[in-house]
C-alpha cells in the first residue's frame, strides 16, 4: 500500500513539475525542419546500406501527454500545443545471382507542431506547421567486391503552415545518390542542379554482422563523418565533423562533433549496450545550443533506447529531431530492427542478437561434427587403422575318377 502511494505521489510531482520545466519551441527551428529530417533519413539509410543486403524495418511515434510540455513561441506569444513525429522506414534486398543484390528502401516521416495532440488527422490551428518527406530509391550490391550502389527521390510537402512561419514552396523535389566501396561511403543529395548536402563517411571498426571480427584491436578503429552543408543564398556553407570510437568491446561507445568555419563544438554522447546487438541502450548526450552565455550555452541530457520504447530529457537527438524541445520528458513508442544473412541487430550495430549469436555457433558445431563421422580410413596419431574383411574359402578337387 505504501509503495502504491509512493509511485502515485511521485507520477503526480512528475507531471507537475515537467510544465515547470519545459522550454517552448520557436518558429525559426520548425520553420528548418525540412532541411533537419531530409539530412536524418539519409545518415540513417547511410547506416542501413553498410551492407547492402537483407533487411530493416523502423516505425515509430513520439508521445507527450501534456499540451503544457511543448508550447510554440511566436511574435504573439506562446501557445499551448504539441511536438509531434511520426516515422516509419523500410528496406528489402534479395540475391538475384550469385553475391548480385538488389534491394528497395523507402523513408516517411511526419512531423511539426499542432494544437492537437494526432495521429491521422492534425488540427491545422492558426499556429500549426504540418509537413511530410519522402525517401525512396533502389539499392544494388556486388557481396564480393563489398560495393554499393543506390539513388533515388527526396520529396518534401507542405500539409499546412500558418501565417507566422516564412513562405515555403509546398511541394520540393531532391535527388540523391549513394556509394560505398568496402569502408568508404560518398553520399549526395541535390536539388535541381544544386548540391544540398555531401557526406563522406570512413566506418573502419570490423564488425561481425558484415564478415569482420567479433573481438580485437580491430574492433577499436574509429568510424569517422565529414557533412558538408551548402547554404544556398541566404547561407554560408557548413561542415560537420564526426568522431564515433568503441571504448570498451563494442558496448561503450563516445562520439562527437564539431561545426565549421566556426570551430565550435557541436554536441558529445557516451553510449552504453549492455549487448552490442544494440536492442537496448543507455545515453547520456552534451550540446551546445545557438546561445552563448558561458554554462547556459551546453544542454546536458540523456536518454534510455528499449527495444519498443525510448525515453529522454534534454537529448540531443530529440532536441535536434524535435524542434529545440528541451526541459520536458519525451517518451516514443517505437520498433527497429536490421537483418543480414539471417542474423536480427539494432541498426549500426556491430553484432547480431545473443539468441542469433547461439544460433550461429551451434551451426558451426553442427558442421565440424558432421565432419568427424567414421570414414573406413582415419587416422589416430601416427598409427593407421585398417579395416580387413575375413571369410570362408572353397575349393574343388579334381582326380582321375572324378568328383569327390
Same mark, same amino acid.
Given at each position: 500500500?505504501?509503495?502504491?502511494?509512493?509511485?502515485?505521489?511521485?507520477?503526480?510531482?512528475?507531471?507537475?513539475?515537467? !510544465?515547470?520545466?519545459?522550454?517552448?519551441?520557436?518558429?525559426?527551428?520548425?520553420?528548418?525542419?525540412?532541411? #533537419?529530417?531530409?539530412?536524418?533519413?539519409?545518415?540513417?539509410?547511410?547506416?542501413?546500406?553498410?551492407? +547492402?543486403?537483407?533487411?530493416?524495418?523502423?516505425?515509430?511515434?513520439?508521445?507527450?501527454?501534456?499540451?503544457?510540455? #511543448? /508550447?510554440?513561441?511566436?511574435?504573439?506569444?506562446?501557445?499551448?500545443?504539441?511536438?509531434?513525429?511520426?516515422?516509419?522506414?523500410?528496406? +528489402?534486398?534479395?540475391?538475384? #545471382? &550469385?553475391?548480385?543484390?538488389?534491394?528497395?528502401?523507402?523513408?516517411?516521416?511526419?512531423?511539426?507542431?499542432?494544437?492537437? $495532440?494526432?495521429?491521422?488527422? /492534425?488540427?491545422?490551428?492558426?499556429?500549426?506547421?504540418?509537413?511530410?518527406?519522402?525517401?525512396?530509391?533502389?539499392?544494388?550490391?556486388?557481396?564480393?567486391? $563489398?560495393? @554499393?550502389?543506390?539513388?533515388?527521390?527526396?520529396?518534401?510537402?507542405?500539409?499546412?503552415?500558418?501565417?507566422?512561419? /516564412?513562405?515555403?514552396?509546398?511541394?520540393?523535389?531532391?535527388? %540523391?545518390?549513394?556509394?560505398? %566501396?568496402?569502408?568508404?561511403?560518398?553520399?549526395?543529395?541535390?536539388?535541381?542542379?544544386?548540391?544540398?548536402?555531401?557526406?563522406?563517411?570512413?566506418?573502419?571498426?570490423?564488425?561481425?554482422?558484415?564478415?569482420?571480427?567479433?573481438?580485437? /584491436?580491430?574492433?577499436?578503429? !574509429?568510424?569517422?563523418?565529414?557533412?558538408?552543408?551548402?547554404?544556398?543564398?541566404?547561407?554560408?556553407?557548413?561542415?560537420?565533423?564526426? %568522431?564515433?570510437?568503441?571504448?570498451?568491446?563494442?558496448?561503450?561507445?563516445?562520439?562527437?562533433?564539431?561545426?565549421?568555419?566556426?570551430?565550435?563544438?557541436?554536441?558529445?554522447? =557516451?553510449?552504453?549496450? !549492455?549487448?552490442?546487438?544494440?536492442?537496448?541502450?543507455?545515453?547520456?548526450?552534451?550540446?551546445?545550443?545557438?546561445?552563448?552565455?558561458?554554462?547556459?550555452?551546453?544542454?546536458?541530457?540523456?536518454?534510455?533506447?528499449? =527495444?519498443?520504447?525510448?525515453?529522454?530529457?534534454?537529448?540531443?537527438?530529440?532536441?535536434?529531431?524535435?524542434?529545440?524541445?528541451?526541459? #520536458?520528458?519525451?517518451?516514443?513508442?517505437?520498433?527497429?530492427?536490421?537483418?543480414?544473412?539471417?542474423?536480427?541487430?539494432?541498426?549500426?550495430?556491430?553484432?547480431?542478437? !545473443?539468441?542469433?549469436?547461439?544460433?550461429?555457433?551451434? &551451426?558451426? &558445431?553442427?558442421? &565440424?561434427?558432421?565432419?568427424?563421422?567414421?570414414?573406413?580410413?582415419?587416422? @589416430?596419431?601416427?598409427?593407421?587403422?585398417?579395416?580387413?574383411?575375413?571369410?570362408?574359402?572353397?575349393?574343388?578337387?579334381?582326380?582321375?575318377?572324378?568328383?569327390?
Amino acid at each position: 500500500m505504501k509503495l502504491r502511494y509512493f509511485l502515485k505521489t511521485l507520477g503526480c510531482s512528475l507531471l507537475l513539475a515537467v !510544465p515547470a520545466l519545459a522550454d517552448a519551441v520557436s518558429v525559426d527551428a520548425l520553420a528548418t525542419g525540412g532541411a #533537419t529530417m531530409r539530412d536524418n533519413q539519409l545518415r540513417e539509410i547511410r547506416d542501413v546500406l553498410r551492407g +547492402g543486403r537483407g533487411g530493416y524495418l523502423d516505425i515509430g511515434f513520439n508521445y507527450m501527454p501534456l499540451v503544457t510540455q #511543448t /508550447p510554440l513561441k511566436s511574435e504573439y506569444g506562446e501557445h499551448d500545443g504539441f511536438a509531434f513525429r511520426h516515422h516509419a522506414a523500410g528496406f +528489402g534486398a534479395g540475391e538475384v #545471382t &550469385k553475391n548480385n543484390h538488389v534491394g528497395f528502401l523507402a523513408w516517411i516521416e511526419r512531423s511539426g507542431w499542432d494544437g492537437e $495532440d494526432f495521429f491521422l488527422f /492534425p488540427h491545422y490551428s492558426s499556429f500549426s506547421a504540418v509537413r511530410s518527406v519522402m525517401t525512396w530509391g533502389f539499392s544494388y550490391t556486388q557481396s564480393a567486391m $563489398d560495393l @554499393t550502389l543506390a539513388a533515388g527521390m527526396q520529396h518534401q510537402n507542405v500539409e499546412h503552415v500558418g501565417e507566422i512561419y /516564412p513562405d515555403e514552396n509546398d511541394s520540393l523535389l531532391y535527388s %540523391w545518390a549513394h556509394l560505398r %566501396w568496402g569502408h568508404t561511403s560518398v553520399q549526395g543529395s541535390f536539388h535541381r542542379t544544386d548540391w544540398r548536402s555531401l557526406r563522406i563517411s570512413m566506418d573502419l571498426e570490423s564488425r561481425e554482422v558484415y564478415g569482420g571480427r567479433k573481438s580485437g /584491436p580491430l574492433t577499436y578503429l !574509429p568510424n569517422f563523418e565529414v557533412a558538408l552543408y551548402n547554404g544556398g543564398e541566404d547561407g554560408d556553407d557548413s561542415v560537420r565533423v564526426s %568522431w564515433e570510437q568503441n571504448l570498451l568491446a563494442q558496448r561503450l561507445y563516445g562520439e562527437v562533433s564539431f561545426d565549421f568555419p566556426s570551430r565550435e563544438f557541436h554536441s558529445a554522447a =557516451l553510449k552504453f549496450y !549492455p549487448d552490442a546487438s544494440r536492442m537496448i541502450g543507455f545515453e547520456a548526450t552534451c550540446l551546445r545550443r545557438n546561445v552563448r552565455s558561458g554554462a547556459a550555452d551546453l544542454l546536458w541530457g540523456g536518454a534510455v533506447d528499449l =527495444l519498443f520504447l525510448r525515453i529522454a530529457y534534454n537529448s540531443s537527438y530529440e532536441y535536434e529531431h524535435l524542434y529545440h524541445a528541451k526541459g #520536458t520528458f519525451i517518451a516514443e513508442f517505437k520498433f527497429s530492427l536490421a537483418t543480414i544473412d539471417g542474423f536480427l541487430f539494432g541498426r549500426g550495430a556491430p553484432r547480431s542478437a !545473443p539468441m542469433e549469436t547461439m544460433k550461429l555457433e551451434k &551451426k558451426n &558445431k553442427d558442421i &565440424k561434427k558432421d565432419n568427424n563421422q567414421f570414414r573406413l580410413d582415419q587416422s @589416430t596419431g601416427s598409427a593407421t587403422k585398417t579395416l580387413e574383411a575375413t571369410g570362408v574359402r572353397y575349393e574343388k578337387s579334381q582326380s582321375a575318377g572324378g568328383e569327390k
